[in-house]
């Protein structure tokens, strides 16, 4: 619906000098209004000039010298080509993409460490039953378990690296007199290999999720900063999410908006 300066210099080199006599056949509407905005040509659209523009088209090798059917076929390819690219570069959605891409991620990444952390749960409580009641948060718990490794081998050295894993002297003095008596059976080496190799994984699962989200509150500061905001950064991501795009969250009437926020994924 603009008028572009080709276009322009197209017309004003091509068309009679008296425009209140001359009639522009336009195969679009908008193009139509601009061009009679800007030149002051009498347009028309549809009807008759569609008919004419479809024949125009499939006569066009003919109507203009030197170009061949071949060449003209392979000029519609290659106009398609470029258009088709230009609308994928210029995807206005692309930046919420991914922030529902990482929202998404970020679900499922919380699932995964709870059920890996589980698993390391189960897994060291054998060897040590009594470190579940004294550490409950997943990451300290995962990173205790790769610190300590073989209970029996705890001592007053190790007090120091417990008491930085777990932030209090009380909880570190308590790991250290729990091992000494506990009820956990013995475990061999090559399971304890094992033990610290998946603790290790989920570790850097839970580093890689601090990571993803100090990104995605970055995106969100970018792109949507008002929103952010409002009602923060995760909860702005779900929602844009939800609806598919920002656009469509920004288009959404006020009492959809409430509909969502009531909605069991929001507070996954």
């Known amino acids: 619906g603009i008028l572009h300066e080709d276009l322009r210099l197209l017309l004003e080199t091509s068309m009679p000098a008296k425009k209140k006599k001359a009639l522009l056949g336009v195969a679009d509407a908008k193009i139509g209004a601009a061009i009679l905005e800007e030149l002051g040509y009498q347009c028309q659209t549809g009807g008759v000039v569609a008919e004419i523009l479809r ?43 991914m922030i529902i891409q990482s929202i998404s991620l970020l679900d499922q990444l919380d699932k995964d460490i709870n059920t890996f952390s589980m698993r390391v749960r189960e897994w060291y409580g054998y060897h040590f039953p009594e470190l579940i009641k004294i550490v409950s948060e997943n990451y300290t718990y995962c990173r205790l378990a790769k610190f300590i490794g073989n209970r029996k081998e705890l001592s007053e050295e190790s007090l120091e690296g417990l008491e930085e894993i777990v932030m209090d002297g009380a909880k570190a003095q308590a790991i250290l007199e729990a091992s000494r008596s506990s009820m956990g059976m013995d475990i061999s080496p090559l399971d304890l290999i094992n033990i610290e190799s998946f603790s290790s994984r989920v570790i850097s699962l839970s580093e890689y999720r601090k990571g993803l989200q100090e990104y995605l509150r970055s995106k969100m500061s970018q792109v949507a900063p008002s929103l952010s905001a409002l009602i923060g950064e995760v909860v702005g991501a779900r929602l844009i999410s939800h609806a598919g795009s920002l656009t469509n969250l920004a288009k959404y009437p006020a009492s959809t908006v409430q509909i969502l926020g009531a909605e069991k994924a929001l507070f996954r």
């Open 55 to 97: 024949g125009v088209r499939l006569h066009f090798h003919a109507l203009v010298k030197g170009l061949t059917a071949q060449s003209a076929s392979k000029a519609q390819l290659g106009l398609g080509h470029s258009y088709s690219r230009a609308k994928v570069k210029f995807n206005v959605n692309r930046v919420d993409n």
